[in-house]
């Protein structure tokens, strides 16, 4: 099956400070999804992005199909931006199954 | 609007205790559901879903098994609990190709 890797497994920011996460997958994606999880454990959709670019205030990612990855910007980063993201990727079928990575923990400190 | 609901928030089951938790959605008909499992750390493991009433599709064998009795709830048992089966359970379900999750029940087996 499809493999997500995402990097850096953990990331450790100074407030308003930026970042970059990464997420890489193995085969061509129908979907791909960036999560935040919070510290109460709520998956919150972020971005539902297969393709192109997409922001949201502070937010923004950008998904290069043909390469195979996306990438998570976090500008200006708040202590309530910690927490796991993570990518997610469906490739392909009526079922809309996600393959999950293993995450990014970020912690910004104030 | 749709909502999806889980409960219990959380529970403390002895091992070899039966299971039962519940996830309903509202606001929509015949909707995709899925139900995830993550264990001590990051990753989401797909348990099972289901496309239809009385339709499941099992990811991974284990202590576990689901029903979807009607259009809008997935149950996820056991008949017996182990202790491998503690982690935090969340069920999802699918709007236009994008997956939204639920609160989540944290199940400790002791």
């Known amino acids: 099956g499809i493999q997500v890797e995402q990097s850096p497994p953990d990331l450790i920011l100074q407030e308003g400070a930026n970042s970059t996460l990464r997420c890489n997958f193995s085969?061509?994606?129908?979907?791909l999804q960036w999560f935040h999880q919070n510290p109460w454990g709520q998956l919150i959709n972020l971005f539902y992005i297969p393709s192109g670019t997409k922001q949201n205030g502070r937010l923004s990612a950008t998904t290069v199909a043909t390469e195979r990855y996306s990438l998570l910007y976090i500008s200006s980063s708040q202590t309530t931006d910690s927490g796991v993201y993570f990518c997610a990727v469906h490739s392909g079928g009526s079922n809309y199954k996600l393959t999950f990575g293993k995450g990014t923990l970020l912690t910004v400190n104030p | 609007s749709q909502t999806i609901h889980q409960w219990p928030a959380t529970l403390v089951q002895p091992v070899g205790s039966p299971l039962s938790l519940e996830c309903t959605v509202e606001?929509?008909?015949?909707?995709?559901l899925y139900w995830y499992r993550q264990a001590a750390g990051r990753g989401l493991q797909l348990l099972f879903y289901?496309?239809?009433?009385?339709?499941i599709s099992s990811e991974v064998p284990q202590n576990l098994s689901a029903s979807r009795p009607q259009d809008r709830q997935f149950i996820l048992s056991s008949k017996k609990l182990l202790l491998s089966d503690s982690g935090f359970y969340l069920c999802a379900w699918v709007l236009s190709g994008t997956q939204y999750f639920g609160p989540g029940t944290r199940l400790t087996v002791l």
């Open positions: 606001g929509t008909s015949n909707p995709n």
């Open positions: 289901s496309v239809g009433i009385g339709q």
């Open positions: 085969d061509s994606v129908n979907n």
